[in-house]
């Protein structure tokens, strides 16, 4: 009887060699997919901040059924003015994600429902949905208590789409995407 031969191993730093390149890459992909997931008339400088419970792993390997997330993000200063001018009517035709247009193949879960005004729902905070997101996301609870306590007055607006929250608050110039699927 001959013994079967063990296959080969890769060594830490063929595997690194391998995966870090593809690790270094992700962090702009997923930024890149969170501005997709915005309407387009939110125009954006860029990210204040992000993260996900997930990993670049999970793409391939996906072993949790459930991933949460948020992404904040900084409102160019023509969009705070317009949403200073026109209030909710700026948002009325910002219903759809810009990466996944009317008639796309996901269009409807990246169709927004219509913008209202704050308060925001209560239930999103505390142990609610919002919350969640933002804290798996790894964001302090101190920012996540500030956020709840602007949604809880006037002077923002939010949507949902399937799986997600959109919370704009024009005082500080911020956008909030949260998910949790």
């Known amino acids: 009887m001959t013994k079967a031969k063990k296959p080969p191993r890769l060594r830490p730093a063929v595997l690194a060699a391998l995966t870090l390149p593809l ?22 400088t860029g990210h204040v ?3 996900s419970d997930g990993n670049w792993f999970d793409m ?16 160019a200063p023509e969009t705070v003015e317009r949403i200073g001018r026109e209030g909710l009517a700026f948002f009325a035709n910002a219903r759809q994600a810009r ?5 796309s193949p996901q269009e409807h879960h990246y169709s927004y429902a219509p913008w209202q005004a704050t308060p925001a729902p209560s ?5 609610g949905v919002v919350a969640a997101s ?4 790894g964001f302090a609870n101190r920012f996540i208590g500030r956020i709840a306590g602007q949604v809880r007055v006037k002077g923002g607006y939010f949507t949902t789409r399937p799986q997600a929250q959109l919370i704009v608050l024009p005082g ?3 956008a909030i995407l949260t998910f949790f699927h």
């Open 123 to 127: 239930a999103w905070f505390g142990d």
């Open 60 to 75: 391939f390997l996906p072993l949790r059924p459930e991933t949460c997330g948020a992404a904040v993000f900084r409102l």
């Open 134 to 137: 933002l804290s798996c996301a």
């Open 99 to 103: 990466a996944y247009p009317a008639g």
């Open 49 to 51: 901040r992000w993260g």
């Open 23 to 44: 690790a270094a890459c992700m962090p702009g992909e997923a930024a890149s997919l969170y501005t997709k997931a915005l309407p387009e008339a939110l125009e954006t």
């Open 172 to 174: 500080d110039g911020i």
